[in-house]
């Protein structure tokens, strides 16, 4: 009688066993698909400087809960606050930022930097919206369109390439002879892109021209909206006016004086305006400062008056050469912001354009069927 109820029984047992496995296995499925959540919808702000781009970015991450992908070419590097009109700690604390303080001054930054630094910023993203905002349109232009695959070199390679292009006398010239095409598309002070080119040809022994037909760009954003602050001409040259007063007045010169002092002059860095001309103002400085040191002491009350009156004197010198200084930083801006509104017009055609006090309450109206 036992041996017939644990026969009865057995087939119950195995009933459960194999009901608690399928609910085993479902539950890993619930949890590998829960850890992927869906990636956040991109929104993009374009704008030339000075706009109120990076406020507005902070206004909206608050409103939808978002995160910002920095794309300015300055705001990347570590030690450059103020010439990079970077948000303050608070602003970047109210909302995670990706692409901010990545870069020493003295590393190199780029399209593929970016790219890179996106990638990342997409798998980690948690937030529904990643806004993507900065100065730099040419790098979401880079994003959007993707960049073609750098050829693999080795470390001893690469060595040898680049001894090879440092004994050249002239590495421009010699680019525009194997590739007139790529020489065109570039600056010959751009020493930088003319290295990169050079290590593809002698590396794959293609001018680059035909190797960038043979590797197409693959884009990396697949969608996007895109929207472009539209600020009437004279407001935006009161904004650049105001911001170029402020960095001088923030400590701008002192920004630079360290840069020089600890990464040198020749960083990328002072390519960039507001410390390049921050750096010539130090030059300018440090000639004056020469000219102090030969002066003689006072040997009278006459003379002391005399001293007195050339420190005044000096003290208003250096005063205009500051008000002189975000002039210029003023000016150089100013055009900058011609040729980035040029720029944007040209590759974002599909951008909605709006004045800074209709884009906010659009972009909001518009995200709401993402929500």
Not at 54 to 76: N, V
Not at 150 to 179: H, K, T
Not at 225 to 238: A, F
């Amino acid at each position: 009688m036992a041996e017939s109820i644990k026969k009865q029984k057995a087939p119950e047992s195995a009933s459960k066993g194999r009901a608690n496995q399928a609910s085993i296995n479902q539950e890993s499925i619930n949890k590998k698909f829960a850890l992927q959540p869906a990636p956040p919808h991109l929104i993009a702000i374009v704008a030339p400087t000075a706009s109120g781009k990076s406020a507005l970015a902070l206004r909206l991450a608050r409103a939808l809960d978002a995160e910002i992908f920095s794309i300015d070419s300055l705001s990347i590097y570590k030690h450059i606050d103020i010439a990079s009109a970077k948000p303050t700690k608070a602003e970047l604390a109210s909302a995670h930022h990706y692409g901010i303080d990545v870069l020493l001054p003295d590393e190199h930054c780029s399209a593929g930097v970016f790219c890179a630094l996106f990638e990342e910023a997409m798998k980690q993203c948690q937030k529904p919206f990643l806004l993507v905002v900065g100065g730099s349109g040419f790098y979401l232009d880079c994003l959007i369109n993707g960049l073609s695959p750098m050829p693999n070199i080795a470390q001893d390679a690469l060595g040898a390439i680049n001894a090879r292009i440092d004994s050249m006398p002239d590495a421009y010239a010699f680019l525009e002879s194997i590739d007139a095409d790529s020489a065109r598309a570039i600056k010959p002070s751009d020493t930088y892109r003319i290295r990169k080119l050079l290590e593809i040809f002698f590396a794959t022994q293609m001018p680059p021209s035909a190797y960038f037909r043979q590797n197409p760009t693959a884009p990396i954003i697949q969608k996007i909206d895109i929207y472009s602050i539209i600020t009437p001409r004279e407001e935006l040259i009161e904004r650049i006016n105001a911001r170029s007063r402020e960095m001088v007045d923030s400590g701008l010169i002192d920004e630079a004086r360290f840069l020089l002092e600890k990464y040198g002059r020749d960083i990328q860095p002072f390519k960039a305006i507001g410390l390049k001309e921050a750096l010539a103002y130090i030059d300018m400085e440090h000639e004056t400062s020469g000219e102090k040191g030969r002066e003689k002491s006072p040997k009278n009350s006459g003379e002391m008056s005399g001293e007195k009156n050339r420190e005044m004197d000096r003290e208003k010198s250096d005063k205009m050469s500051r008000e002189e200084l975000a002039t210029l930083i003023s000016i150089h801006t100013r055009q900058l912001a011609k040729r980035q509104a040029t720029f944007i017009r040209a590759k974002f055609a599909s951008a909605q354009n709006l004045a800074l006090d209709k884009i906010e309450e659009k972009i909001l109206q518009d995200m709401e069927k993402y929500r």
